[in-house]
Every structure is written in structure tokens, then in C-alpha cells.
């Protein structure tokens, strides 16, 4: 199973605080080792074995990754041992749950090397650098090509279009309380129509028949006719997945297709940015700044859509050609505070299952 699935089928409930039981992998050494970097993380972090050598031999340090289940409880794990960590860094707390993690003081300040090369908008603790920017990713409709085409009906772009008649039970999304894709469509109306209108926006998408699943794997494999190089088993041609599904649908795929089987809603989207930062009692806060620093540079920035299936943050590095030439360039996604989303996630969650699960 590719990295892009493993991250995909991660369903956090995001608003629980639960705790899990996390597993160490990599080299062997403990936290307090000075020459071992320990790494707190979810399950969907994967790096290549030739990045982590490249920075064993810049530094001196080798790197050991305690994976956690999925973001969210990682991130509450992380907030349960504060002042102890299990480690050093802390990769994979997003814009969904930043300020959580921030205002319990997870994170001690650090201003990592070459922040200059990440656009500003993706610094959102500009102002005390506990966090570094590492990735982005959009959560976005995906279409079934093969489906519109056959039906010569052109595919939906933008939120609005979703509601549209011509749409009506097309469309499968994920449970917003079990699924962290669907929590971030939620979000992507919450941006899109404001506080004051996203409501009123489910109930006419409920009316057009959206079909509610509780995770990604299921809407993506199970109901998504887009599915499996186009060969999927459900009968949605809708569904909500990652912009970045698309060039999944085509790594391996021999002969390479001139178009792969799926399209991406470009209006849809959602941007999810995701964090890393040195953890606060950290053992080795000199190792945990060097490796901050590494995931910056080129090379750990490069690495990032292969095996993670997102999006690096620094402006100059390069991307894939199966990226650039299946994937969708994302220009104008809805976005939410993360103060915001703290503030009112679990509401607006209640909100939502009250309206469309009820």
C-alpha cells in the first residue's frame, strides 16, 4: 500500500481526546541519545531511506520515528505528555489543530534555516516560530472523467455547482466527526459560505443527495466509480478526496495515460498545512533544530510528494513530472483561521451530524 493510501485511510475523530499507544520505528537508540533525533508522528509520515542517510551524514545524527495512529491522536498525545515528550520533534499537527497544540504550549520557539524560501501565508505562528511549515495538502472533489464524458455533462468545479440539479446523488463525502477529509470539506464551507451560511448550504446540498460514509476508504474504494485506475466498484462519479489523488491513480501505471481517470473540483478545496516543531523538554534540542532545519531544504522538500503525496512548502523545489503533469495547481482554496477552528470545530461538527447524519 502506498504512502498516499496509508495517509488517506487515516480517519481521526479530530475533536476527541483519546490517547494511543504509539510504536517506534527506524534506528534503534533512545530519545537521549545525543547522537539519535527521535520523531513523533502520525502513521502517514514516511520519508525515503536515502533522505534520512543524506542527513545522518550532514549531522551526525540518526533518526528515530515513533508513529502514533492518525494526526489527531498524536497531536493529543503530544499534549497529554507536555513537558516530557516521547521525543524531540513533533511532525504532523496541521492547521485543524494548531492552535490546540500552540496554546498548550507544546512546542518550544525555533526559527528554522531557509524560512525564507516559505511563503508567508503558510507561517501562521510567524509571530514566535514554534512551529515550521512542512507540507500542504487540499482536500478537493474528485471526479470520475469516464462518467461525465460518457453522459457529456461537464464535471462540477466549484461548491456551488454541487447544489446544481444536474448534480443530484452524485456525490459521496465523509463523516466530518470520523474522518479527518471529511471534518476538512466541512471546513471548506465553513470558508467558502461563512459562519452564518454553511448550514444552509448542507441542507441544500442533503437535498441534492449527498451520500455520507464514515471514512475515506470507503467513499474512495468502495462507492467512488473513479476508483482503481477508473475501474471502481461504487456508483458515485463525486467524491471527496486530495487533489493529489489524481497522480496516485497513475504511479505504475505502464503505458503512462495521456490523462489519468480522475479530475479534481478545483473550486472545492480545502488547504490543510502541516507542521512540524521541537518539542518543549525535548533531550536533544540541538539535533531536534538541525533536523528542523533538514526538513527545509531541498532535499527533504523534494522527497515530500513521493512519499507522502503532498505538496512541499518551499517555493524552489521541484515537483514530480507525475505531479505537475495529472495533478491540479490549487490557486484559490478556502482556508479558516485556525484560532477559528479551535474556537468552534466541536460546534460546528455537532452542528453538521444534527443537520445531515440525523
Same mark, same amino acid.
Given at each position: 500500500m502506498n504512502s498516499y493510501l496509508r495517509r488517506a485511510m487515516s480517519t481521526a475523530v479530530i475533536g476527541a481526546l483519546g490517547v494511543t499507544t504509539l510504536a517506534a520505528c527506524g534506528d534503534s537508540g533512545s530519545g537521549s541519545d545525543s547522537k539519535t533525533v527521535t520523531v513523533v508522528s502520525h502513521d502517514s509520515f514516511q520519508?525515503?531511506?536515502?533522505?534520512?542517510?543524506?542527513?545522518? +551524514?550532514?549531522?551526525?545524527?540518526?533518526?528515530?520515528?515513533?508513529?502514533?495512529?492518525? %494526526?489527531?491522536?498524536?497531536?493529543?498525545? %503530544?499534549?497529554?505528555?507536555k513537558g516530557n515528550p516521547q521525543g524531540d520533534v513533533f511532525f504532523g499537527v496541521d492547521n485543524t489543530l494548531l492552535s490546540r497544540a500552540l496554546d498548550k504550549g507544546v512546542f518550544a520557539p525555533y526559527r528554522a534555516k531557509d524560512l525564507d524560501t516559505v511563503p508567508s501565508a503558510l507561517q501562521l505562528d510567524a509571530a514566535k516560530h514554534r512551529v515550521t511549515p512542512v507540507d500542504t495538502g487540499d482536500i478537493c472533489v474528485n471526479y470520475d472523467r469516464k462518467f461525465f464524458?460518457?453522459?457529456?455533462?461537464?464535471?462540477?468545479?466549484?461548491?456551488?455547482?454541487?447544489?446544481?440539479?444536474?448534480?443530484?446523488?452524485?456525490?459521496?463525502?465523509?463523516?466530518a466527526a470520523t474522518s479527518s477529509p471529511g471534518l476538512a470539506f466541512l471546513l471548506g464551507t465553513v470558508g467558502t459560505y461563512g459562519a452564518?451560511?454553511?448550514?444552509?448550504?448542507?441542507?441544500?446540498?442533503?437535498?441534492?443527495?449527498?451520500?455520507?460514509?464514515?471514512?475515506?476508504?470507503?467513499?474512495?474504494?468502495?462507492?467512488?466509480?473513479?476508483?482503481?485506475?477508473?475501474s471502481g466498484k461504487g456508483d458515485k462519479p463525486l467524491v471527496v478526496s486530495y487533489a493529489s489523488s489524481p497522480p496516485a491513480e497513475v504511479v505504475g501505471v505502464e503505458p503512462q495515460p495521456k490523462e489519468g481517470p480522475t479530475g479534481v473540483a478545483t473550486g472545492t478545496c480545502f488547504?490543510?498545512?502541516?507542521? %512540524?516543531?521541537?518539542?518543549?523538554?525535548?533531550?536533544?534540542?540541538?539535533?531536534?533544530? %538541525?533536523?528542523?532545519?533538514?526538513?527545509?531544504?531541498?532535499?527533504?522538500?523534494e522527497d515530500?510528494?513521493?512519499?507522502?503525496?503532498?505538496?512541499?512548502?518551499?517555493?524552489?523545489?521541484?515537483?514530480? +513530472?507525475?505531479?505537475t503533469k495529472y495533478g491540479a495547481q490549487i490557486t484559490k482554496p478556502a482556508t479558516v483561521a485556525p484560532k477559528e477552528i479551535t474556537e468552534n470545530r466541536e460546534q460546528w461538527i455537532k452542528s453538521w451530524t444534527s443537520l445531515v447524519v440525523r
Open positions: 520519508v525515503s531511506k536515502g533522505v534520512w542517510k543524506e542527513f545522518t +551524514e550532514q549531522t551526525g545524527y540518526k533518526v528515530k520515528v515513533v508513529r502514533g495512529a492518525d %494526526a489527531g491522536a498524536a497531536v493529543n498525545q %503530544a499534549i497529554l505528555s464524458a460518457d453522459k457529456k455533462l461537464a464535471p462540477p468545479n466549484t461548491f456551488d455547482d454541487l447544489i446544481k440539479p444536474q448534480y443530484k446523488n452524485l456525490l459521496v463525502t465523509e463523516n452564518d451560511g454553511w448550514q444552509d448550504y448542507w441542507k441544500k446540498l442533503k437535498d441534492n443527495g449527498v451520500e455520507v460514509v464514515d471514512g475515506w476508504e470507503q467513499a474512495y474504494n468502495d462507492r467512488f466509480s473513479g476508483s482503481g485506475g477508473g488547504r490543510q498545512i502541516e507542521f %512540524a516543531g521541537l518539542l518543549d523538554g525535548a533531550k536533544n534540542t540541538k539535533g531536534g533544530k %538541525a533536523l528542523l532545519d533538514f526538513m527545509l531544504s531541498k532535499t527533504f522538500q515530500v510528494p513521493v512519499s507522502m503525496y503532498v505538496n512541499p512548502v518551499r517555493q524552489d523545489a521541484k515537483l514530480p +513530472e507525475v505531479f
